[in-house]
C-alpha cells in the first residue's frame, strides 16, 4: 500500500478493528512493562519467550508490507494507527490521548517503567517526541499544518515517571510557517517547556489544506 491511503468502512467494522487493534497493542505494552519489571527465574524467562516467539509467528502469519501509514475515511477520518506517540495500534506509543478544544492540545499519557531515562525519571527524549507530536497536532488543527523544521525543549525540572499531561498551541504564523508552544507538567508543575517551527513543505504550498494532508499525510 502507500504510505497514504483513502479507504471507506462501516462504523460497525471501526468499532470491531478499533477494539482489535487496542486489545492487542495494550497486551503488548503490558508484556513490555512485565519485561522491564521481571524478577522470575531462568526458566521462566525461557518458557516465557517460547510463548512470544510462538504469538510473533502468529502475527507474522499475515502482515503488511511496510508501516501502516497514515489512512483517511469518511467514517474514521484520519487514522495515524501507526504513530510512535499516539499510534491506536502501535505498543511503542504510551499511547498519549490528545483532545483539543479549539484553542488547545492536551494531552494525556501515563509514562510507566519501558520510559525511564535517568532513574525514576522520564528520558527526555521522550518528552521531545511527545512535545514534537503536541506543537505539530496544535499546529495542525488550527489549520496550519506543518512539518518539524525546528524544536525547542527546555527541560526546567525532572519529570517523576507516571501520569504527565502535554499541552500545546499555535502562537503564531509566518506565511508557510507555523510557530507552535507547549509545555509538560506533571503534580510538581511544569517540568518541559518547548517551542517549535511547522512548515509546510514546499511540495504541499500549491495544494489546498485538505487535499494536501489527504495526499500528503501528516503525523
Ligand atoms: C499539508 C501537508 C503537511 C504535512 C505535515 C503535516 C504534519 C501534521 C502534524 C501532526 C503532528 C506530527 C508531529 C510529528 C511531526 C514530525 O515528526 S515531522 C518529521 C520531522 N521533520 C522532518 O522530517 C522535516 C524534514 N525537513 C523538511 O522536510 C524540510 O527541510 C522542511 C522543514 C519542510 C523545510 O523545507 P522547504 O519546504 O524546502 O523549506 P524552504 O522553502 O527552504 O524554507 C521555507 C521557510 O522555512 C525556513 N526553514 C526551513 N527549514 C527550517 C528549519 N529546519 N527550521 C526553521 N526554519 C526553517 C526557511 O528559512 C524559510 O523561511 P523564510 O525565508 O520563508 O522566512
Known amino acids: 500500500m502507500s504510505e497514504y491511503s483513502i479507504e471507506e468502512i462501516t462504523a460497525d467494522h471501526l468499532a470491531h478493528i478499533t477494539a482489535v487493534a487496542q486489545g492487542l497493542a495494550g497486551d503488548v505494552r503490558a508484556l513490555v512493562d512485565a519485561t522491564v519489571r521481571t524478577q522470575v ?81 522520564v528520558h527526555g527524549g521522550i518528552l521531545a517526541a511527545l512535545l514534537d507530536q503536541a506543537l505539530g497536532s496544535a499546529a495542525e488543527n488550527a489549520g496550519v499544518p506543518g512539518m518539524t523544521g525546528t524544536l525547542n525543549v527546555r527541560y526546567r525540572q525532572a519529570t517523576v515517571l507516571g501520569p504527565v499531561t502535554v499541552s500545546a498551541w499555535l502562537d503564531r504564523t509566518e506565511g508557510i510557517k507555523s510557530f507552535a508552544k507547549g509545555t509538560v507538567s506533571t503534580a510538581d508543575g511544569v517540568t518541559v517547556e518547548a517551542d517549535g517551527v511547522f512548515i509546510l513543505p514546499r511540495w504541499a504550498r500549491g495544494q489546498s489544506q485538505e487535499d494536501a494532508v489527504r495526499t500528503v499525510g501528516e503525523g
Open 41 to 121: 527465574g531462568d526458566d521462566d524467562v525461557a518458557a516465557a519467550r517460547e510463548h512470544i516467539a510462538a504469538a510473533t509467528a502468529l502475527l507474522r502469519r499475515e502482515q503488511l508490507p511496510g508501516a501502516f501509514g497514515i489512512r483517511f475515511s469518511a467514517t474514521a477520518g484520519k487514522r495515524n494507527w501507526g504513530n510512535a506517540m499516539v499510534g491506536l495500534r502501535n505498543p511503542v506509543a504510551p499511547p498519549m490521548h490528545m483532545s483539543y478544544d479549539g484553542e488547545k492540545i492536551t494531552g494525556t499519557v501515563d509514562l510507566g517503567a519501558a520510559y525511564e531515562g535517568p532513574a525514576g525519571l
